[in-house]
T-cell receptor
Framework: QKEVEQNSGPLSVPEGAIASLNCTYS??????FFWYRQYSGKSPELIMS????GDKEDGRFTAQLNKASQYVSLLIRDSQPSDSATYLCAVNDGDMGRRALTFGSGTRLQVQP | EPEVTQTPSHQVTQMGQEVILRCVPI?????FYWYRQILGQKVEFLVS????????KSEIFDDQFSVERPDGSNFTLKIRSTKLEDSAMYFC????????????FGDGTRLSIL
């Protein structure tokens, strides 16, 4: 059973701070990694995708991947109240043509004004 | 920016009835997916579809579920005889080559079974 684990939170940070969200996955064959943001009652919205070890930056967001440790993280710099949402880590193993994303249960982020 | 569109936004159906959820994927995407999210739980994969056939399905996607691409733009999920436990948000997603392109989700259909 492939698992994606996240701390459910809530993670509370003050406005302007860095929020650090973490995710571990069980399938060492996983190849593609995604962070989605989900506001309450809404659909997952893609924030970042990362496919190789290291860091990938996009605006205030940085995704970090360490395949040896089976760990992927998301840093949000200069956090804003509008960043308050649940952040979903999703993994695709890409093995034998698999397309399915396996999602974690999400980390709820609260940015305090 | 292109987006995945889903209709209806909310569907209320009596238990045992058939329901069809509709999706229009992003126009140049070739891979299509359905996921569901029961209230308070994880997003769960149901099925993926490529080249007019199912490429992968989960244990949830049993004989009461089916998918179809009836024309060049729509992608549908049919639940033949709904059960109370089918109540959930159903999300359609689409992507280009999944080896290097992410899946983009529609706004979802909230399905309520009475």
């Amino acid at each position: 059973q492939k698992e994606v684990e996240q701390n459910s939170g809530p993670l509370s940070v003050p406005e302007g701070a860095i929020a650090s969200l973490n995710c571990t996955y069980s399938d060492r064959g996983s190849q593609s990694f995604f962070w989605y943001r989900q506001y309450s009652g809404k659909s997952p919205e893609l924030i970042m995708s990362i496919y190789s070890n290291g860091d990938k930056e996009d605006g205030r967001f940085t995704a970090q991947l360490n395949k040896a440790s089976q760990y992927v993280s998301l840093l949000i710099r200069d956090s804003q109240p509008s960043d308050s949402a649940t952040y979903l880590c999703a993994v695709n193993d890409g093995d034998m043509g698999r397309r399915a994303l396996t999602f974690g249960s999400g980390t709820r982020l609260q940015v305090q004004p | 920016e292109p987006e995945v569109t889903q209709t209806p936004s909310h569907q209320v159906t009596q238990m045992g009835q058939e329901v069809i959820l509709r999706c229009v994927p992003i126009s140049n995407h070739l891979y299509f997916y359905w996921y569901r999210q029961i209230l308070g739980q994880k997003v769960e994969f149901l099925v993926s579809f490529y080249n007019n056939e199912i490429s992968e399905k989960s244990e949830i996607f049993d004989d009461q579920f089916s998918v179809e691409r009836p024309d060049g733009s729509n992608f549908t999920l049919k639940i033949r005889s709904t059960k109370l436990e089918d109540s959930a948000m159903y999300f359609c997603a689409s992507s280009g080559d999944p080896s290097n392109q992410p899946q983009h989700f529609g706004d979802g259909t909230r399905l309520s079974i009475l």
